[in-house]
């Protein structure tokens, strides 16, 4: 492919981008941690999909819309839809590229945790990582996950 990719690697949790079939990064990133979650009504798993996807749409300074396991997880009650306290700045960093299904590759708070696997499914990255791939990869750019 002559527009650029990404490779990411759920097992080793490196990924590598490409541009013009030239590498020009790979780093450490974080994925799915493969843990449970319920309430009486739902049961979560968390993981990072596998196969090929494709950049759908990218965003800078985006804000969280926190899903229901989030409010699971912490405890607290499931507020409806629309909420204000469904919505949450700073958390994904200064970009995220959308993959698809709620699924993005974002930044971190955790950044001592990159290289792991403790997501809900997303792909974390450092900063700079980030920076890097948010200006290579394009809308419907090739999103590799194995």
Known sequence: ????????????????LFNKRTEVRRGFCSTSSYTKLYNEK??????????VR???????????????WAFVEEGIPIPPKGHPSRYESGTLGDYALSIGDGYLIHG?????????????GC????????EAVYKTLQSGSKVYIY
């Open 1 to 16: 492919p002559k527009t650029p990719y990404i490779i990411i690697n759920t097992t080793q949790n490196e990924y590598r």
């Open 42 to 51: 739902k049961t979560w798993i968390f993981k990072t999909p596998r196969g």
């Open 54 to 68: 494709r950049v759908i749409s990218k965003v800078t300074n985006p804000v969280w819309i926190k899903p229901d």
């Open 108 to 120: 971190t708070l955790y950044q001592r945790f990159l290289g792991q696997a403790v997501t809900h």
């Open 123 to 130: 792909v974390r990255m450092g900063d700079e990582d980030l």
